[in-house]
């Protein structure tokens, strides 16, 4: 089975810096899907960018962007110029090609310092 | 907007007692999933649909079982709470295509069971 991996519980970051959050992932799979929710407190998950396996460019949604390293099976989101509003638990999931099963990593919980 | 929404936000029970969870969804998405989220541990996955009347068994169903009679209604159901049920429960659902079927996920019902 997948399983994926946040080896950070915690991170912070000052407002306007940039920050990176660690993900990764075992799979035998060459196909497949990976996505980063964030989660702010109280309220609900949401999809912050999202990538296939099969392309070798990384996603981009505004401010978040992925450095995604298929051989290392590496997944990381960076959050460049950090806004008080990216304070959220941010979880890293893996989805298969061809099923809706997805693994969701354990978390990490993002502070931002104003 | 896709809008995931689910019976109670906060719910408090007593050992034994019988718990029902609703979620619904107002996209016509033909999956649902009921996850239970703990700190440490990420999200798992307890059961999923995707058509009326149909279930499968996710990572962790011991314990619970689940209804969907109507397409946009999915219910958890706690036959006998017991307290290692404590937890978030999160709903979401997505489209029957795989390619994409990002999960729309609800505000969640925290349960305590007492």
């Known amino acids: 089975a997948q399983t994926v991996t946040q080896s950070q519980p915690e991170m912070s970051v000052q407002e306007a810096e940039t920050v990176t959050l660690s993900c990764t992932y075992d799979?035998?799979?060459?196909?497949?899907?990976l996505f980063w929710y964030k989660q702010p407190p109280s309220r609900q998950m949401i999809l912050v960018i999202r990538?296939?396996?099969?392309?070798?460019q990384n996603a981009t949604e505004n401010r978040f962007s992925v450095n995604f390293q298929k051989a290392a099976k590496s997944f990381s989101l960076k959050i460049s110029d950090s806004q008080l509003g990216d304070a959220a638990m941010y979880f890293c999931?893996?989805?298969?090609?061809?099923?809706?099963?997805?693994?969701f990593g354990a978390g990490t919980r993002l502070t931002v310092k104003p | 907007d896709v809008k995931v929404t689910q019976s109670s936000r906060y719910l408090v029970k007593r050992t034994g007692e019988k718990v029902f969870l609703e979620c619904v969804q107002d996209?016509?998405?033909?999956?649902m999933f009921w996850y239970r989220q703990d700190p440490g541990l990420g999200l798992r996955l307890i059961y999923f649909?995707?058509?009326?009347?149909?279930?499968e068994k996710g990572d962790i169903p011991e314990g619970y079982s689940v209804s969907r009679e109507k397409k946009e209604r999915f219910s958890l159901i706690l036959e006998s709470a017991s307290t290692n049920q404590t937890s978030m429960y999160l709903c979401?659902?997505?489209?029957?295509?795989?390619?994409?079927?990002?999960?729309?996920f609800g505000p969640g019902t925290r349960l305590t069971v007492l």
């Open positions: 990538q296939e396996a099969y392309k070798q």
């Open positions: 996209m016509d998405h033909e999956n």
């Open positions: 649909s995707y058509d009326v009347k149909m279930k």
């Open positions: 799979t035998s799979e060459s196909d497949y899907y």
């Open positions: 979401a659902s997505s489209r029957l295509a795989v390619r994409t079927n990002t999960q729309y």
């Open positions: 999931a893996y989805r298969s090609y061809n099923n809706n099963d997805m693994r």
